[in-house]
């Protein structure tokens, strides 16, 4: 557990966060990179956390 000491609220916050910094059309530079669904430009919500996979981009 590596979020719960540093946000004890819950995960859903770190994890929308993750997804947005995923997201190419909302960032000029992306600094994660995220494998499954993380959304679409129409809107779309990205998949629940167990199915996706993220990395810092290098």
């Known amino acids: 557990d590596v979020a719960g000491p540093y946000h004890p609220n819950g ?28 959304g679409s430009i129409d809107n779309d919500p990205p998949a629940a956390m167990r199915y996706t996979e993220a990395k ?3």
């Open 11 to 38: 995960d859903f916050s770190v994890y929308e966060a993750m997804v947005r910094l995923s997201q190419d059309w909302k960032l000029r530079h992306v600094l994660i990179e995220m494998h499954g669904n993380n």
């Open 56 to 58: 810092l981009r290098s």
